[in-house]
C-alpha cells in the first residue's frame, strides 16, 4: 500500500496512477492545508501538456449534459478528460449542494475519466480560488483534456478566460435579445459559442444575434479588473484580423447533436493556439495573473502578520467614523511594515 | 485552513422517489456540508466511484424500495474494492426495525427512517467524524 499520508507518497501515486491519491490530492490543494504547497510544487513540473477548456454560461443553458457529450466525443478519440465543475457555495451556511454529476452518469465506469465538483467557498468568480491549482493537478496526473465548468454565471464572471486556453460560452434560445449579446462581458471571451437546446424555438435568431454581434467586430480589450479586488485579470490579446473568428454551432445536448462538431472546433482552436504561438502567450498572462494573485495574498498575509492586530482595530474605527479614509489608513498601514 | 465536510448523497436501485434524498441534501447544504448530489439509478459501483473522485468523509444512501438488504452489502464491497473501507456509510429510508441490527452488522454506521429530523442527521455525522480523534 503506497503511503497516502506524505506529499512525496501522495505524489509517487498518483503518477502510478492510483486515483484515490489524485482525489486526496486535490482535497489537500482544496483544503489549502498544510500539505498543498508541497504537492503543488512537486505536481506543477509535470503540468502543461493538457488542453484546458472552459465551459461558462447562464444557469439552465445545458452546461453539464454539453460536458458529458463533450467527455464522451474525446473518448471516442482515445483522449482521456479530467473534469472539474465548479458549483456555488450558500454565502449564508457555507454549504454547497453540488449537482453536476447527475447530468454526466454517461461517464460512471470509464477510468480514463475523472470527475472533480468543487465549490465556489466564497469566490464570486464563476470559479473557486483554487480550481486552477486543481485543474493544474489533472493536468499533472495526465489527462489529456482538462474540462472546467463554472457556476451559471451572469454577465461578468469571465475569469474562467484567463485559466482556460479554449473558452466554450454555452447560450440557449429565448433567454434575451440581441441587446444582451452586445453589451459587454461574457460574450467577449468565447472562442466558441455553443447554442445549446436548439431543437427549441428561437434558436436561428439567437445564433443571429451572436453572428451580428461578432460582425460589429471584437474589442481590444487585454485586461480586466477582478471583481471587487481592484486586481487586474489579463485576458487573452485579441486575435489579428485574419485570426480566430469565434464559430457559433447549435447543440442539442441531450440527444448528442451536434456534438462533434463541436468539439471539432475545440482541437481546431487548439491547433490555432499552438501554430500562432498564442498558446504559450496565453500561458504566460496565466502566469502572471496566478503569480500577481499570490504575491498579493502572501504580502497581505505578512503585512496583516506585522501589525498588531488592535493598531489595525484602532485604524478600522478611524475609518468607519470617518476621521481618516480607508485609502490613507492602508497607506499608512504599508508605510509601516517596509519602514 | 478551509476544510469542509463533503458528503455523497446517492440513491442506488431502481425506485424512483429522490424527494427523501433531496430534502436530507438540502438540510446537509444548509448545516454547512458539501453535499454531492448524484441522483437516482446509481449502481453499487457508480456510487464508490463518486465517492472515490470526490474524496468523500461520508456515503449516505436512500432506499425507499425495500431492497436495503440486497443492496447495501454491495455498495459496502464496492466501497472497499474502491479502498473505501474506511468511509462511513449512512442509510435513510423505510427500514423495518429488525433490519436495523443487521446492516449495522454489514457495515452501516447510521440508519435514520420517516420523519427523522435532519439535525438529528447532521448531529450524527459530526460525532461520526470527530471519533477518531
Redesign the interface.
Known sequence: MPDLSTASGLVAALNEGNRRALARVISHIENNDALAQPLLAALYPQAGAAHLIGVTGAPGTGKSTLVNGMALAFRQQGLTVGIVAVDPTSPFSGGALLGDRVRMRDLAGDPGIFIRSMATRGSLGGLAQTTADVVMTLDAAGFARVIIETVGVGQSEVEIASTAHTTIVVEAPGLGDEVQAIKAGILEIADIFAVNKADREGADRTVMALQMMLALGGTGHQQILHHGRMLPVDLPPAPPADGWTPPIHKTVATQNQGIAALVEAIEAHRGYLQHSGLRQTRDRLRAATELRMILRDLLLQRTLAAIPAADIAALVHAVAAREIDPYSAAQRLVARTTS | ????I?ILVAKPGLDGHDRGAKVV??A????????????IR??P??IA??A????VDVVGLSILSGAHMALVPKVREALTT???EDVPLLLGGIVPDEDIPVLHQMGVRGVFGPGTPTGVIVDFIHNELREPL
Do not use: S
Open positions: 485552513m478551509d476544510r469542509k463533503r441534501a438540502r446537509l447544504r444548509d448545516a454547512g456540508f458539501e453535499v454531492i448530489y448524484t441522483g446509481q449502481t459501483d457508480m466511484e463518486a472515490l473522485q470526490e474524496d474502491a479502498g473505501l
